[in-house]
């Protein structure tokens, strides 16, 4: 399972998946809700708006990806993903219904030294 998660969160990295619509509708949960790194909430139809308008792979690379079973249906992720020098911290709950989904994410600015692997 730590593999396929770890796909899925890299896919939000890569044009080819961020720019099909029925991709994104798959993948993304009915309910989604994100807090982005800007501060602001976003729902499925903003996230995938604005994840639409994406011209080019994201120069994002993912570190110290963790995964937790919650329940039968649902996987807790923890990562941190660096794009330049900057650090983000990143919490997303993936459930089971028609496939694994993207239910809720969490990105927030790390202002630490924290070693990556």
């Keep these: 399972?730590?593999?396929?998660?770890?796909?899925l969160e890299m896919s939000f990295f890569y044009k080819k998946y961020i720019n099909d619509i029925n991709w994104l509708n798959?993948?993304?949960h009915d309910e989604f809700l994100e807090m982005g790194k800007s501060g602001f909430f976003f729902d499925k139809e903003t996230t995938i708006r604005e994840l639409l308008k994406c011209k080019e792979d994201r120069n994002i690379t993912i570190h110290n990806f963790?995964?937790?079973k919650i329940d039968v249906n649902t996987y807790l992720v923890h990562y941190i993903t660096k794009n330049n020098d900057t650090c983000y911290y990143?919490?997303?709950?993936w459930t089971?219904?028609?496939?694994?989904?993207?239910?809720?994410?969490?990105?927030?600015?790390i202002n630490e030294n924290i070693?990556?692997?």
Excluded: N, V
Excluded at 1 to 7: E, H, S
Excluded at 99 to 109: D, P, R, V, Y
């Design 1 to 7: 399972m730590k593999d396929t998660l770890l796909k």
């Design 26 to 28: 798959k993948t993304i």
């Design 66 to 68: 963790t995964y937790k």
């Design 90 to 93: 990143r919490t997303s709950i």
């Design 96 to 109: 089971y219904e028609h496939g694994l989904q993207l239910f809720f994410h969490q990105a927030s600015l």
């Design 115 to 117: 070693p990556l692997i």
